[in-house]
Nanobody, 122 residues
Framework: QVQLVESGGGLVQAGDSLRLSCAASGRTFSLYAMGWFRQAPGKEREFVGAIRWSGGNTMYADFVKGRFTISRDYAKNTVYLQMASLKPEDTAVYYC???????????????WGQGTQVTVSS
């Protein structure tokens, strides 16, 4: 099993930047892809982006438009979501997840963190 713990969420103003972290523990040698998703109140969970643990290949949702960047730190077994130029519509609970492939479909991910709240005020 893999345990994932997100951190770094908080309340920021529009235009600010924020970096979320996702620390993995347990069977980390089995990590292949790490994804970030978010869920706003009353909305379905949506894909933000993902990274291949080995090689660092990334993919992003269209709405990211260069504002968000995903990276990983092998030594710390941690994946980051760097968010810039935040907008009020980015307000959501952000989740990280691990799975066998870099895809945008949430059901393809096996393990999930508990989520971290990001609130962007206008």
């Amino acid at each position: 099993q893999v345990q994932l713990v997100e951190s770094g969420g908080g309340l920021v103003q529009a235009g600010d930047s924020l970096r979320l972290s996702c620390a993995a523990s347990g069977r980390t040698f089995s990590l292949y892809a790490m994804g970030w998703f978010r869920q706003a109140p009353g909305k379905e969970r949506e894909f933000v982006g993902a990274i291949r643990w080995s090689g660092g290949n990334t993919m992003y949702a269209d709405f990211v438009k260069g504002r968000f960047t995903i990276s990983r730190d092998y030594a710390k077994n941690t994946v980051y979501l760097q968010m810039a130029s935040l907008k009020p519509e980015d307000t959501a609970v952000y989740y990280c997840a691990s799975g066998p492939s870099v895809v945008s479909i949430s059901r393809e991910y096996n393990y999930w963190g508990q989520g971290t709240q990001v609130t962007v005020s206008s």
